[in-house]
């Protein structure tokens, strides 16, 4: 039983910046980490960025490698997607995912447009 919640979506124009913010609560003593998933219009949810809590090792697609950082706050619970150089293409439905290791999370997703 845990809970997420998605903040720091809006619009923003090609070339800025958003920091996504997934708080968990509830049960979030076992996890193997925490990433983010985004889902485009007409498309299917894709894999964008993930975190191991234990170790930090990272994890990313190659269409954001380079433009994306994801980090977390483990007394917080908390993990970050920091969004630079953005493009339209990015525009999505942003999900947090929570990997408990006998059950998988997911947050109610934050509504992230670019607009060129």
């Known amino acids: 039983q845990v809970h997420l919640v998605e903040s720091g979506g809006g619009l923003v124009q090609a070339g800025g910046s958003l920091r996504l913010s997934c708080a968990a609560s509830?049960?979030?003593?076992?996890?193997?980490?925490m990433g983010w998933f985004r889902q485009a219009p007409g498309k299917e949810r894709e894999f964008v960025a993930a975190i191991s809590w234990s170790g930090g090792s990272t994890y990313y697609a190659d269409s954001v490698k380079d433009r994306f950082t994801i980090s977390r706050d483990n007394a917080e619970n908390t993990v970050f997607l920091q969004m630079n150089s953005l493009k339209p293409e990015d525009t999505a439905v942003y999900y947090c995912?929570?990997?408990?290791?006998?059950?998988?999370?997911w947050g109610q997703g934050t509504q992230v447009t670019v607009s060129s």
């Open positions: 509830g049960r979030t003593f076992s996890t193997y980490g």
């Open positions: 995912n929570f990997d408990g290791g006998y059950a998988t999370y």
